[in-house]
């Protein structure tokens, strides 16, 4: 993995794929010492977390999450979940954040000289490749340790560089705590419902 010191760089957390991968992995991130780790690594002029959020949930188990990353560093990027029905009559939400992350990267390719993407969905393979026409690097942080592997093939391709989370979890990871119920209840690094339905779409 090659970081120059003085390159610019910025992270785009796909915050349910990002979760997802982690948990698959076993262990939490912590997200101080993932922004101490990428200073380390270069300039880092932004840090962006995306996700869904369930309006009206008088109790949001990623709130708390949110709040700090909110006040510590990150850039914020939110929106509300969108409710269906599942086929069993279910409440189910989904909040997928693809759009603006990749709106978010074409932005700050003209600020950056090096993009981070911390998710393994393939739908950002296009963006990758437009934002590295603009002569900008782009790594992609995810895994292939996990059953099923996390990443899709074609977006691992196309990055300059593949990152195996596996291989940061000394770095940026704390033990995971007990796994919460699907769909309520939780500790801190706990996604939202919604993020819990993204993991379903990969």
Known sequence: MTFYPTEKLALFIDGANFYSQAKALGFDIDYRKLLDEFRRRGVLI???YYTAIVEGDDYSPIKPLVDWLDYNGFTLVTKTARKFTDSQGRDRWRGDMDVE????????????????LFSGDGD???????VQRKGVRVSVVSTVKSQPPMISDDLRRQADHFIDLADLGDVIGRPSRAPA??????????????EIEAEDEL
């Open 46 to 48: 932004r840090a962006y």
């Open 101 to 116: 992350i990749a709106v978010g990267m074409m932005e700050m390719a003209e600020k950056a000289d090096h993009l981070v």
């Open 124 to 130: 950002f393979r296009a963006v990758v490749e437009s």
């Open 181 to 194: 119920p699907r769909g309520g209840g939780g500790t801190y690094d706990n996604r939202t419902r919604a």
